[in-house]
Nanobody, 124 residues
Framework: QVQLIESGGGLVQAGGSLRLSCAASGLPFSFYAMGWFRQGPGKDREFVATIDWSGGVTAYADSVKERFTISRDNVKNTVYLQMNSLKPEDTAVYYC?????????????????WGQGTQVTASS
């Protein structure tokens, strides 16, 4: 049974930083691509960042480039999202997701497993 558990969300002032973590179990973590997505109030779920199995290939939404960094530790079975210079528009529930293939992907429909989400609020 695959389980993804996010942590690290919270309330931060605009301009601040947070680091999200997602601990995975149930599949050989190092084989598969991972992604972060978010859903703000009244909005659809949107792509944030993705990383391939090795950590060598990453991609980001334009809205978070140069501010967010995705990384992974295949020994700890954990993927991270470092978020700097947070803006009020970054406020959302953040979800981590896992594919069943190694290639990164921005389409949420291409992901097979999802966590429960963690709330991030950046206040102005």
């Amino acid at each position: 049974q695959v389980q993804l558990i996010e942590s690290g969300g919270g309330l931060v002032q605009a301009g601040g930083s947070l680091r999200l973590s997602c601990a995975a179990s149930g599949l050989p973590f190092s084989f598969y691509a991972m992604g972060w997505f978010r859903q703000g109030p009244g909005k659809d779920r949107e792509f944030v960042a993705t990383i391939d199995w090795s950590g060598g290939v990453t991609a980001y939404a334009d809205s978070v480039k140069e501010r967010f960094t995705i990384s992974r530790d295949n020994v700890k079975n954990t993927v991270y999202l470092q978020m700097n210079s947070l803006k009020p528009e970054d406020t959302a529930v953040y979800y981590c997701a896992q594919r069943s293939v190694s290639r990164p992907e921005s389409d949420p429909d291409k992901y097979d497993y999802w966590g429960q989400g963690t709330q991030v609020t950046a206040s102005s």
